[in-house]
């Protein structure tokens, strides 16, 4: 199982950005997925989460930020508008082969990508 993810980049505040995770080896419509991301000197966070009963948020990003996943194609999104300077890290996105109420938890997820960098600058 391989997660790939892309589509980080260097915006100004306000912009949007949208980073995708491809997924190979596993189907994407099935248990979680999720984001999380990682600033210098700060320990990773979660970010977003997308399971059977529905998507979730993390506080700072709730109302900007969207996950999608596209069972076509087995690939999550993460949809970021009105980018801030506060929301520069990598991204990972992360998956768990079987369903858990834990998103939020980074320990629970079997598979991660090699991260994507968003740089938001003021």
């Known amino acids: 199982v391989q997660l790939q993810a892309s589509g980080g980049g260097l915006v100004q505040a306000g912009d949007s950005l949208r980073p995708s995770c491809a997924a190979s080896g596993r189907t994407v419509s099935t248990s979680n997925s999720g984001w999380f991301r990682q600033a210098p000197g700060k320990e990773r966070e979660f970010v977003a989460a997308?399971?059977?009963?529905?998507?979730f948020y993390a506080d700072s990003v709730k109302g900007r930020f969207t996950i999608s996943r596209d069972d076509a194609k087995n690939t999550v999104h993460l949809q970021m508008n009105n980018l801030k300077p506060e929301d520069t890290a990598v991204y990972y996105c992360?998956?768990?082969?079987?369903?858990?109420?834990?998103?939020?938890?980074?320990?629970?997820?079997?598979?991660w990508g090699q991260g994507t960098q968003v740089t938001v600058s003021s």
């Open positions: 997308i399971i059977s009963s529905g998507d």
């Open positions: 992360a998956a768990r082969d079987y369903y858990s109420g834990s998103y939020y938890n980074p320990d629970i997820y079997d598979y």
